[in-house]
């Protein structure tokens, strides 16, 4: 067949601007698109008649497991149920163009009919839906039809509307650097395409020409709000349009063969590096958006019914009889022989094991062995600030492992970051490795869980803590949980370093501390190191292990003469969990970190001129936190302060001092007391910053206050 040649007449369903092209189409929505695209349209005659009869079977079992699902969530078998109807066509199409294993998928949650392309069975299905044990996406973790399968390359689903968009590129970008010939699935539903996500995504894909094809499944509701609510212009095919170096393809994606030409040429196009694609298809949604939803209160039955006529299945019979490849009687076959199957599946997933109660806090982080050699002896090197020290652990970590890369705002070529921790870095090792990212914290995180899906280890900057906010979303419901709701089959191990702290004259968005936050998220190691010597044993460690990192640095400590110390060698790395008795006493225990060890250790030797011995315990890593530690010096000197920047009120001292009451109540002379930063944010002033943040006399006094009880 003949190449379609563009047109510059606007199609009824084009935005009136773009040179789209219109081919003839079956189904109600003509095919359009924008980009260098050989479409070539295809009907039953080409394809073996075997290969569509498996097709159809799969789309009818993918419809019957919809169905069963929701005669099990009656009979109190099932939990939650999120439909597949009406996007069987439009996911049977491509996922016949993927490679299970080679290409990689980045789902969302209604997506079964690509997951039963792929490989998978009823029966994982049924083991999904009632949540087993012996469930292959998550061991019973995540809800139904969120599915995870790493053998082919299925990334695990968070149930947050467009978090599936930031990693497809991650991992896309991944593909690109290690030469693979593959290409990224993204998918969406119309609603999704309105979360600021699915933007930084398509801007970053354009930009670097990412092998990601994103499909959008329009099926014109977001739970209960059409789309003509939720998007400019009624498509994201418009939305889409203004991104150079995206192509875009809008189709009848009820329409199993219009959508499988339009899908080829995309995938060709993406796989001969030109690029990604923006494919949005028009569907219907012939259940409500999940089980908890009715849609009848919405829709109307007259638009209901018109969407039935519209089915995807009944459009594959249809064209499929009028080949010759289906009859009646052949039709009653197969359908009939898929609620057999389907009905077998579910009694044998019900039979299965439950999961264990005590497996419950199992895979929230990495289980394995690291092999790694910790440091004993102290460092002997030439002394160094801790803003060096950081920058050569990145160096030596570079060195030995080609996987390590480093990237966020402003950290390539000579600038290397606003305090320089990165520089040099792009020189050394390539724009490959080191590299800046656009100005968008989301994008950061969100592309680190692809990158470190695919095999990388990211090692990426966030410019302040004040600016971590906008990732918030990927930080917490993608990788914090990232391998537990996998069952440990995946990990996303990455190093997300984030200056932070005031004492700076940094006003409101320079000064926050930001550990209490995410130190309530399981799935995190969090480190804050106080010297140069911690922070390249530390950081050097991270780089090394399996699970998410925040390690967060002290702004103020960069260059202090406080934190310089001799440098350790590149073999010098520091265990987690592990804190540092800064120096040893016998009256009171200091409980610290960060940028408060210095300031605790200046008051320690004012109290030590009054014939009074403070232990100052520097806790390191807050997340695992040393405990053992601690109470060992608490059960010594039987009083403690907890010393900390942040704000006193739910502060991450207010944990330690909680523990250590609870654990040593019967040896303490004196309450537990903590000292920090007043309940406000930071001001920009030097008087009022220094009323806010805790001053080395309000340490003295506090500590005096908790001696003289």
């Given at each position: 067949?003949?190449?379609?040649?563009?047109?510059?007449?606007?199609?009824?369903?084009?935005?009136?601007?773009?040179?789209?092209?219109?081919?003839?189409?079956?189904?109600?929505?003509?095919?359009?698109?924008?980009?260098?695209?050989?479409?070539?349209?295809?009907?039953?005659?080409?394809?073996?008649s075997e290969k569509l009869l498996g097709i159809y079977?799969?789309?009818?079992?993918?419809?019957?497991?919809?169905?069963?699902?929701l005669t099990l969530l009656k009979q109190g078998k099932g939990f939650f149920h999120i439909g597949c109807a009406g996007h069987e066509a439009t996911q049977?199409?491509?996922?016949?163009?993927?490679?299970?294993?080679?290409?990689?998928?980045?789902?969302?949650?209604?997506?079964?009919?690509?997951?039963?392309?792929?490989?998978?069975?009823?029966?994982?299905?049924?083991?999904?839906?009632?949540?087993?044990?012996?469930?292959?996406?998550?061991?019973?973790?995540?809800?139904?039809?969120?599915?995870?399968?790493?053998?082919?390359?299925?990334l695990p689903i968070s149930s947050s509307v467009g978090a599936q968009f930031l990693p497809a590129v991650g991992t896309a970008l991944a593909l690109q650097r290690d030469g693979k010939d593959a290409y990224v699935y993204c998918s969406c539903g119309d609603g999704a395409t309105s979360q600021g996500d699915f933007h930084e995504a398509l801007n970053w894909a354009a930009r670097e020409a990412a092998p990601v094809l994103f499909v959008v499944q329009d099926n014109g509701y977001a739970i209960s709000v059409p789309v003509k609510d939720q998007t400019a212009g009624g498509s994201a095919y418009k939305l889409a349009r203004g991104y150079e170096g995206l192509a875009r393809i809008k189709v009848d994606g009820t329409d199993f063969f219009q959508t499988y030409s339009a899908a080829k040429a995309a995938i060709e196009h993406i796989r001969s590096g030109k690029g990604p694609v923006c494919l949005v298809a028009d569907l219907v949604r012939l259940l409500p958006h999940s089980s908890s939803d009715n849609h009848a209160k919405y829709r109307t039955?007259?638009?209901?019914?018109?969407?039935?006529?519209?089915?995807?299945i009944l459009q594959m019979e249809n064209r499929l009889m009028e080949a010759g490849i289906l009859t009646p009687e052949k039709i009653e076959e197969l359908r009939k022989e898929v609620q057999k199957n389907v009905d077998a599946a579910a009694k044998w997933a019900d039979e299965q094991a439950d999961p264990d109660p005590s497996t419950a806090t199992d895979h929230v982080l990495y289980e394995g062995d690291l092999d790694l050699a910790f440091?004993?002896?102290?460092?002997?090197?030439?002394?160094?600030?801790?803003?060096?020290?950081?920058?050569?652990?990145?160096?030596?970590?570079?060195?030995?492992?080609?996987?390590?890369?480093?990237?966020?705002?402003?950290?390539?070529?000579?600038?290397?970051?606003?305090?320089?921790?990165?520089?040099?870095?792009t020189a050394k090792f390539g724009s490959d490795r080191c590299f800046n990212s656009p100005l968008a914290e989301a994008s950061i995180i969100g592309t680190a869980v692809g990158f470190s899906s695919a095999g990388f280890k990211p090692v990426v900057e966030i410019q302040f803590g004040d600016y971590i906010w906008p990732a918030l979303?990927?930080?917490?419901?993608?990788?914090?949980?990232?391998?537990?709701?996998?069952?440990?089959?995946?990990?996303?191990?990455?190093?997300?370093?984030?200056?932070?702290?005031?004492?700076?004259?940094?006003?409101?968005?320079?000064?926050?501390?930001?550990?209490?936050?995410?130190?309530?998220?399981?799935?995190?190691?969090?480190?804050?190191?106080?010297?140069?010597?911690?922070?390249?044993?530390?950081?050097?460690?991270?780089?090394?292990?399996?699970?998410?990192?925040?390690?967060l640095e002290h702004k103020a400590l960069y260059r202090s003469a406080a934190a310089r110390s001799p440098e350790p060698d590149q073999d010098y790395l520091l265990p987690f969990g592990k804190a540092r008795i800064v120096r040893e006493g016998t009256d009171l225990t200091i409980v610290t970190y960060g940028m408060?060890?210095?300031?605790?250790?200046?008051?320690?030797?004012?109290l030590e001129k009054e014939g009074v011995s403070v232990e100052i315990i520097d806790l390191r890593s807050l997340l695992?936190?040393?405990?053992?530690?601690?109470?060992?010096?608490?059960?010594?000197?039987?009083?403690?302060?907890?010393?900390?920047?942040?704000?006193?009120?739910?502060?991450?001292?207010?944990?330690?001092?909680?523990?250590?009451?609870?654990?040593?109540?019967?040896?303490?002379?004196?309450?537990?007391?903590?000292?920090?930063?007043?309940?406000?944010?930071?001001?920009?002033?030097?008087?009022?910053?220094?009323?806010?943040?805790?001053?080395d006399e309000d340490i003295l006094n506090a500590a005096k206050g908790v001696l003289a009880y």
């Open positions: 067949m003949a190449k379609a040649s563009k047109s510059k007449k606007a199609s009824p369903a084009g935005d009136g601007a773009s040179p789209d092209v219109e081919l003839a189409a079956n189904g109600p929505t003509p095919l359009l698109f924008d980009g260098d695209f050989d479409v070539q349209p295809v009907g039953p005659a080409d394809f073996d079977e799969t789309m009818l079992t993918s419809r019957r497991l919809d169905e069963k699902m049977a199409a491509i996922s016949t163009l993927s490679r299970a294993g080679k290409d990689w998928f980045s789902m969302y949650y209604r997506d079964m009919m690509m997951y039963l392309m792929l490989g998978g069975s009823s029966e994982e299905v049924m083991l999904h839906h009632m949540a087993k044990a012996d469930d292959p996406n998550s061991g019973g973790r995540q809800m139904a039809e969120h599915f995870s399968n790493k053998e082919r390359n299925i039955p007259e638009e209901l019914e018109a969407e039935k006529r519209e089915d995807p440091e004993a002896s102290e460092p002997s090197g030439e002394p160094i600030v801790m803003v060096d020290a950081i920058n050569h652990a990145m160096v030596e970590e570079m060195e030995r492992n080609d996987r390590v890369i480093v990237y966020g705002e402003d950290v390539a070529g000579g600038k290397g970051g606003v305090f320089t921790a990165t520089r040099e870095l979303q990927h930080l917490r419901n993608q990788v914090a949980s990232y391998r537990y709701r996998s069952n440990g089959e995946w990990g996303c191990p990455m190093v997300v370093r984030v200056p932070v702290g005031g004492y700076i004259h940094g006003g409101l968005c320079h000064s926050q501390n930001i550990e209490a936050f995410f130190a309530h998220m399981p799935g995190f190691q969090i480190a804050m190191p106080s010297t140069a010597a911690d922070a390249k044993g530390l950081l050097k460690a991270a780089i090394r292990m399996e699970d998410p990192i925040l390690f408060m060890v210095h300031k605790s250790v200046t008051v320690a030797r004012l695992p936190v040393d405990m053992e530690t601690v109470m060992a010096s608490v059960l010594k000197t039987n009083r403690a302060l907890v010393v900390y920047e942040d704000h006193e009120f739910v502060g991450y001292g207010a944990e330690l001092a909680a523990k250590i009451a609870d654990a040593a109540f019967e040896h303490l002379d004196a309450p537990v007391r903590r000292l920090a930063g007043k309940f406000s944010p930071v001001a920009f002033a030097d008087p009022l910053e220094r009323e806010l943040l805790p001053q």
